[in-house]
């Protein structure tokens, strides 16, 4: 199960109190406490790993190290170790306090979410002329502390859309041995799947219907995942009774969702061709003619279609290069 939204709760470490000690060898009887260490920082950093989020699905609660009690002898705490914390790329970060939202966009780039706290001044410090036997210190500070909404929406370069059962994840696989699970599902599947074609991400996004920009069914839990997508692959099943509402039954949740989304590079693919017969497909082609936009038929057994999709992601990929 892909996890694409959680929230978390993070701490960062507490900075080590300082500390009262003193010399004890005759004639330099000084103060010696040394400084408390820093406490560990809280970081996210980006991984290619589309499940990385699945790691807080049940740790609810993350901590940085503490930094540690100084020493004698002016001997300093070590410093708390930060927390590192891998989250997949396409990561938005929503503070839930401040408001403040920021977005991990590469692998290994890596964002401070909460900074350790600062280690205490041992006594040593506090020694002077006039107080040669100090015996002040300070307590660490706490660390930062803050609660998180992360949401995962993919980046990718060309994203498979149209309704439930037509075909997307089978071109998916042939394309990219990506073995996501098939089956002739009349409902949606629960996750995205994604593939590299050389140089391009394929995501197949899951089956929508009628009213997910509302919510019905899983919604705009994957229509989120469009909004990033440069270029969309629109499948439409060659055995549908209405092609052309099936087309606008998508176009339509993309709409009310984000107007942005209909200004996207589209291509449309009437797929599974292999289940109707010639006279079948022919008035199919026509009737989407009415969208001004080349309609490629397709099938994952017919050679020669399969060969016009790579062709166009080839192009696609010397776009990409300019």
Do not use: W
């Amino acid at each position: 199960m892909l996890i694409d939204d959680v929230k978390i709760k993070v701490r960062a470490g507490a900075g080590g109190d300082g500390n009262v000690a003193f010399n004890k060898t005759k004639l330099t009887l000084g103060p010696t406490g040394g400084r408390g260490g820093n406490g560990g920082s809280v970081y996210f950093e980006g991984v290619a790993d589309l499940g990385a989020l699945s790691q807080f699905r049940y740790k609810k609660d993350l901590i940085g190290e503490d930094g540690e009690k100084g020493g004698s002898q002016s001997k300093d705490g070590s410093d708390g170790r930060d927390l590192v914390l891998q989250v997949p790329v396409g990561t938005v970060v929503h503070n839930l306090l401040t408001k403040e939202d920021n977005e991990i966009v590469a692998i290994g780039q890596r964002l401070l979410v909460a900074e350790g706290g600062k280690g205490g001044h041992g006594n040593f410090t506090f020694r002077s002329s006039t107080n040669t036997s100090p015996k002040q210190f300070e307590r660490g500070l706490l660390g930062g502390e803050c609660k998180l909404r992360l949401e995962l929406k993919l980046i990718a370069d060309v994203g498979f859309v149209g309704l439930p059962n037509v075909g997307k994840t089978s071109l998916l696989n042939y394309l990219t041995e990506a073995k996501s699970k098939v089956a002739n599902y009349p409902f949606t599947t629960l996750e995205p799947n994604l593939g590299v074609y050389f140089e391009l991400i394929l995501a197949d996004i899951p089956g929508l219907i009628e009213g997910a920009s509302e919510g019905k069914g899983l919604g705009i839990k994957f229509l989120r995942h469009i909004e990033r997508t440069k270029t969309l692959f629109h499948f439409i099943s060659a055995d549908s009774p209405e092609p052309l509402r099936d087309y606008e039954i998508i176009r339509n949740e993309l709409g009310y969702y984000n107007q942005e989304l209909l200004n996207r590079t589209e291509y449309i693919f009437l797929s599974k061709i292999d289940l109707v017969s010639k006279e079948e497909l022919a008035p199919k082609l026509e009737e989407l003619k009415v969208l001004n936009k080349a309609v490629i038929p397709i099938s994952v057994i017919d050679s020669a279609s399969l060969a016009q999709v790579e062709k166009l992601l080839r192009e696609i990929i010397k776009q990409k290069s300019i």
